[in-house]
């Protein structure tokens, strides 16, 4: 049973570094694949790869060992940077699904709203926000004040007082995925719309009526092109909502039920999120043929041909 768990747990750390590297050096290197969103899917793959790198193993051990081996002060460590990138997660999510909006909704607005500077200013926001809610109250101990809990110093328990436990858990998780279901199903009805129209065009075309002219081609592709990523970016959203609810949720009651939550409910959960920061590169590879031929590439090392450049077709 222990050598399987941690097969398991080892092989769940050796995905998530992997494929969230892939995503990176994809984005990095090939210039089809830079564009705004991705720069979103490229900083989320950073944080996702270092949850692999620097909460995983710990919890691992954790969860196996059954008590903690390295200090309190690590274990603030820690639990400051497990909140950290969980939290950078969902606000890169936000900011794709804010992204995927404008680019579906309101395609003549793309470009100015979505500008370099824009992205930028977004993705500084997703890292400082949760840097500023995870390492300054925890390193402070601000989040367990008035909890009257002593814990043995052999353990690594990420116990929080009701305040933090609202506070956190809606500026982390709720608040940014009721933006995220707005605007997917705002995404919904507008791509509804355009797949209808898109149907019409064809079916003109199809009959003989109208000019199918290169203009409409390329709009209609476009279309075709903007609500196939919404949807791939959508399935990712949903995949992280499912898996991350439950620890939320406990999350969030825990602290009103006195902590009667047992422990291995909580591990579950808690890889039960961890496990997301793996899927992700097997979604963009399962549902984007772009992201699919670069991981192939990279990993045959077909980028150190002869011939190969940054700007090959994918």
Known sequence: SRIFLYTFFSFGIVCTVVGNFLVVLSIAYFKQLQSPTNTFVMSLAVADCLVGLLVMPYSMIRTMEGCWYFGLLFCRLHSSLDVM?????????????????YAVCNPLLYSLKMSHGR??????????VPMLISFGPIMLDLHVSGVDIELPIDVCVFLVNRVYAVTASVVAFYLPSVIMLIAYWKIFKAAKRQAMQISAMESQMAAGVGKDSSKKRRHRNNMKRERKAAKT???IMGVFLIFWMPFFTINIVDPFIEYSTDGVVWDIFLWLGYINSSLNPFLYGFFNRSFRKAFLMLIGCRVCLPGSSPGMEL
């Open 85 to 101: 990138l969980c939290t950078a997660s969902i606000f890169h999510l936000s900011c794709i699904a804010f992204d995927r909006y």
């Open 233 to 235: 970016l959508g399935i």
């Open 119 to 128: 992205v930028a200013l977004l993705i500084f926001v997703c890292w400082s």
